[in-house]
Nanobody
Framework: VQLQASGGGLVQAGGSLRLSCAAS????????MGWYRQAPGKQRELVAT???????NTADSVKGRFTISRDNAKITMYLQMNRLKPEDTAVYYCNMEAFPDSASYYRSSISDYWGQGTLVTVSS
């Protein structure tokens, strides 16, 4: 299973970006997908998650500005980021919790996958 994140770049404060994360490979069932970010010198933090039934969870720091969504048919997740701030500057990583095959599903043995990260830089 591979996750390919894209859409990062340089944007001025107040601007918008849309990140994408496409999953490929052997996937039986996805439990949840999410975006995390890591700023220089800081720990990785949760940005937003979306469950298999569409429930979302968004960090307070981005609530009202960022929206997570997914296209189940394309196995792709998105993060629409509006009203970006310099403190949003970070490498953004996509994550997926999934069962790669039926055997892992019936064993309740879930796997955790990470994309390579995409850099978002917000200038003031």
């Amino acid at each position: 299973v591979q996750l390919q994140a894209s859409g990062g770049g340089l944007v001025q404060a107040g601007g918008s970006l849309r990140l994408s994360c496409a999953a490929s490979g052997s996937i039986f069932t996805i439990k949840a997908m999410g975006w995390y970010r890591q700023a220089p010198g800081k720990q990785r933090e949760l940005v937003a998650t979306i469950s298999s039934d569409g429930r979302t969870n968004t960090a307070d720091s981005v609530k009202g500005r960022f929206t997570i969504s997914r296209d189940n048919a394309k196995i792709t997740m998105y993060l629409q980021m509006n009203r970006l701030k310099p403190e949003d500057t970070a490498v953004y990583y996509c994550n997926m919790e999934a069962f790669p095959d039926s055997a892992s599903y019936y064993r309740s043995s879930i796997s955790d996958y990470w994309g390579q990260g995409t850099l978002v830089t917000v200038s003031s």
